[in-house]
């Protein structure tokens, strides 16, 4: 939702009544928006020293509130009321409830498809087919596949994602590689599948027909997806490729295996919640079909002989806490022990944190005014083409939001483009491959927290291995220098 503050549209010299008093109303200086910025990448950069990879524990929300905090103040003396600015925080909080009610439910999800029996089955039938050395293209290309077919890298990470993820593990695979494949592939799938909602978001925004939009993006995102899988087939021919014998690796097959009935059957639920998203279902009533079909399963196939009372214990237990498993096996336990609404938390914590200082800087007026600066200096196609990917990724920092990526940029620089004679497939390709892209790279962000909280992996350990996220916005700002693809809007007849 593109929200305009309350100011915005007043000039220097207007008064606002609050209280009985008129309060004079001062449109902010740029330095003084970017402050929050300021403050927030310091105080981050120093927590990474101090706290490492436990940044996003605890240390990262606070950030986030004490720079919304900063926001708040210079908003309230530029004579912003604070109903203004909490209104857009309330605003900011209310955008992100869905992909909250979404995160609780992967982690329901991610709880009942281990205590079946279904993540299990999949992990075993990785380790029998997957060899180290092509681990990670596979796990690349089968995300991407999912990921196209159903439109939602969310689901892809939710579901095979995780699978993958224990794959690797066993595998001896390094988990930020890992979650860098499942991540790259998860993306490339979803911005070009037409189900995705980015992609049609981005499309309608420029006022791009949706498959001329998909069509143009193909110039920068197969050559982006070709750097990504030449990458992981070269670093999977790496020492760690070996580093996990086959003695270990039939270990824990023969521990699932044992602990688990591995049956064909329990592909139903994913294979199930893939349909339902393919034919444009909702993703909550999707996710609730998965859970609900994996409990069936689970009853019916892993845990036939559990009592009523026992069964119901059992399935409460790894919908809202996730599972705790003792096999005798150190890696096998790791692989099982998690799950549940309770393990998303942090991550709901970390996004709700996030959404106080982007309600805050929008409030205030500063993300208007830092866009509206970078609007001033683009005279050229080349600076305005660099200016949307810059803003949509500066977008992704401030307001957390991949939405508002692609919205907010999208509604601004639209006109620009119209009066430069340019497409509008030039602007809805640059929000894709910049405010989608980038997303995930944002530990704060609604989908690196995502993505971090269902991998079980920090972004800042993934993030030099989502090759595809990495390199697509800068194959897109060499289209923009070099103004190879750059269309100008064909003329009406």
């Not at 530029?78 to 992909?99: A, F, R």
């Not at 059957?265 to 339902?276: D, I, M, N, Q, Y």
């Not at 069936?296 to 919908?319: C, K, M, T, W």
Request: charged share 10%; proline share 5%.
């Amino acid at each position: 939702m593109f929200y305009t503050s309350g100011y915005e549209s007043k000039n220097e010299n207007s008064f606002l009544s609050s209280g009985g008093f008129f309060v004079k109303v001062a449109q902010p200086g740029l330095l003084e928006s970017i402050l929050p910025v300021f403050v927030l990448v310091l105080g981050l950069s120093y927590a990474g020293i101090v706290f490492g990879n436990g940044t996003v524990d605890g240390p990262a929300q606070m950030l986030l509130i004490l720079s919304g905090t900063v926001a708040s103040l210079l908003g309230l003396r530029l004579g912003i009321q604070w109903e203004t600015l909490e209104d857009q925080i309330l605003e900011s909080l209310k955008n992100v409830l869905k992909p909250v009610l979404i995160l609780l439910l992967i982690g329901s999800l991610i709880g009942v498809w281990i205590w079946s029996g279904i993540v299990p089955s999949m992990i075993v039938w990785g380790l029998k087919i997957l060899h180290p050395s092509y681990f990670l293209i596979t796990a690349c290309l089968l995300s991407s596949v999912v990921s196209l077919i159903t439109g939602s890298s969310w689901s892809t990470a939710g579901t095979v994602g995780v699978a993958l993820m224990g794959i690797g593990t066993t595998l001896g695979i390094p988990p930020g590689i890992s979650a860098g494949a499942i991540v790259s592939g998860a993306y490339f799938g979803d911005k070009l599948s037409p189900f995705s909602e980015t992609t049609n978001l981005a499309s309608s925004i420029a006022g791009t027909p949706l498959f001329t939009h998909i069509q143009h993006m193909l110039y920068t995102t197969i050559p982006a997806f070709l750097i990504a899988l030449i990458a992981f087939v070269w670093i999977g021919l790496g020492d760690f490729s070996g580093s996990v014998s086959s003695q270990k690796t039939d270990e824990v097959i023969h521990l699932l295996e044992s602990s688990f009935r591995i049956h064909p059957a329990l592909l139903f639920p994913p294979v199930l919640t893939f349909v339902l998203i393919y034919f444009k279902i909702p993703a909550i009533p999707s996710i609730l079909a998965g859970i609900l079909s994996g409990i069936v399963s689970g009853i019916f196939l892993q845990h036939p002989d559990l009592s009523f009372q026992e069964a119901y214990r059992q399935i409460l237990n790894a919908a809202s806490k996730g599972n705790s498993m003792e096999t005798g096996n150190t890696l096998t336990n790791a692989l099982l022990s998690r799950g549940g609404m309770a393990s998303m938390l942090p991550t709901v914590w970390l996004i709700f944190s996030a959404m106080f200082f982007a309600g805050a800087m929008e409030g205030a007026g500063f993300i208007q005014k830092i866009t509206t600066a970078i609007l001033r200096y683009a005279t050229t196609d080349r600076s305005l083409l660099t200016g949307t990917i810059l803003t949509s990724f500066a977008a992704n920092l401030i307001s957390s939001d991949q939405y508002l990526s692609i919205l907010v940029p999208g509604k601004m620089f639209k006109k620009a483009y119209e009066e430069r004679g340019l497409d509008p497939k030039n602007l809805s390709r640059a929000l894709e491959d910049s405010g989608t892209m980038t997303s995930a790279l944002v530990p704060w962000n609604t989908c690196g927290s995502f993505m971090a909280a269902t991998l079980g992996v920090p972004v800042i350990v993934f993030l030099p291995y989502a090759f595809m996220n990495l390199s697509s916005p800068i194959i897109s700002l060499i289209c923009a220098w070099t103004g190879w693809t750059i269309r100008k809007k064909e003329p009406s007849v």
